[in-house]
T-cell receptor, first 112, second 114 residues
């Protein structure tokens, strides 16, 4: 059974710091891995989608990497801003189930 | 731009009432999903559909039911709401075609059953 774990569970940093969020998954048989952002009480916004054949994806200040063999992904946020404060969720689409399996998220707070 | 809508956004209702949570998307996506999320917890898939007249139960057992009569519409119904149903319900869609497409999420419905 696929399990997705995110570390740390919460993170508080001053504005301007570069930071790394971690995601690990137990079954490497995946189609893709996605990073989402969720603001309090809101839905999810897709940030980056990495196909299983890819190593990384970049969008603006965000860079996500994927190491499928070790079951790990990282989300790198450069020059963090207060507007980046949100919960970041990692999810994998598994071969076996054809469904997205979510981690519990990392709650990020960036203070001025 | 993703266009997926959920109504109502917030609902407070008494035990025993029948409720329907609406979800609509205007992207022509064939695949649609319902997730349940308790505060601070991960999302759990409760229902999904791969097209009209196709519905399946997800990983988390739920007393709710769904229907997919039209491509753009995927409502979720609770025949008799209970306090244990209090949660946030998120609808998503993806497609068309490849399973590997990203999922687009609606804003969610926060349900409180008294």
């Amino acid at each position: 059974k696929q399990e997705v774990t995110q570390i740390p569970a919460a993170l508080s940093v001053p504005e301007g710091e570069n930071l790394v969020l971690n995601c690990s998954f137990t079954d490497s048989a995946i189609y893709n891995l996605q990073w989402f952002r969720q603001d309090p009480g809101k839905g999810l916004t897709s940030l980056l989608l990495i196909q299983s054949s890819q190593r990384e994806q970049t969008s603006g200040r965000l860079n996500a990497s994927l190491d499928k063999s070790s079951g790990r992904s990282t989300l790198y946020i450069a020059a963090s801003q207060p507007g980046d404060s949100a919960t970041y969720l990692c999810a994998v689409l598994s071969y076996n189930t054809d469904k997205l399996i979510f981690g519990t998220g990392t709650r990020l707070q960036v203070f001025p | 731009e993703a266009d997926i809508y959920q109504t109502p956004r917030y609902l407070v209702i008494g035990t025993g009432k029948k409720i329907t949570l609406e979800c609509s998307q205007t992207m022509g996506h064939d695949k649609m999903y319902w997730y349940q999320q308790d505060p601070g917890m991960e999302l759990h898939l409760i229902h999904y559909s791969y097209g009209v007249n196709s519905t399946e139960k997800g990983d988390l057992s739920s007393e709710s039911t769904v229907s997919r009569i039209r491509t753009e519409h995927f409502p979720l119904t609770l025949e008799s709401a209970r306090p244990s149903h209090t949660s946030q319900y998120l609808c998503a869609s993806s497609g068309p075609g490849r399973l590997q497409e990203t999922q687009y999420f609606g804003p969610g419905t926060r349900l409180t059953v008294l």
